[in-house]
């Protein structure tokens, strides 16, 4: 049986603007956060919005008990990702 440890994506819009996707890691590298956003599609039902789309990831330590990593990826569009 699968587990959420580490598996939160959260997905907020502005009416008229933009797009956030944002992936939380605990304990790993910030290249995983931004990878499973692409890898599991997030962005794909939001393709044909002419919105920005910015793709969040953010790595909180257990050690630190604190953010210790983030990342923010953005282009014009969601389709912009899908392909990269």
């Known amino acids: 049986m699968g587990t ?3 598996q939160t994506v959260i997905l907020s819009f502005t009416p008229e603007t933009f797009w956030n996707v944002f992936e ?3 304990d790993k ?3 995983d956060a931004m990878s ?3 890898d599991k599609g997030y962005a794909i039902p939001y393709a044909a919005d002419n919105r920005k789309l910015y793709k969040i990831g953010v ?3 257990t050690e630190k008990r604190n953010v210790s990593d983030w990342k923010v990826s953005s282009g014009e569009g969601c389709g912009r990702f899908l392909n990269e």
């Open 59 to 61: 790595v909180f330590s």
């Open 36 to 38: 499973q956003i692409d």
């Open 24 to 26: 939380f890691k605990l």
């Open 4 to 6: 959420c440890q580490d």
């Open 29 to 31: 590298p910030i290249e």
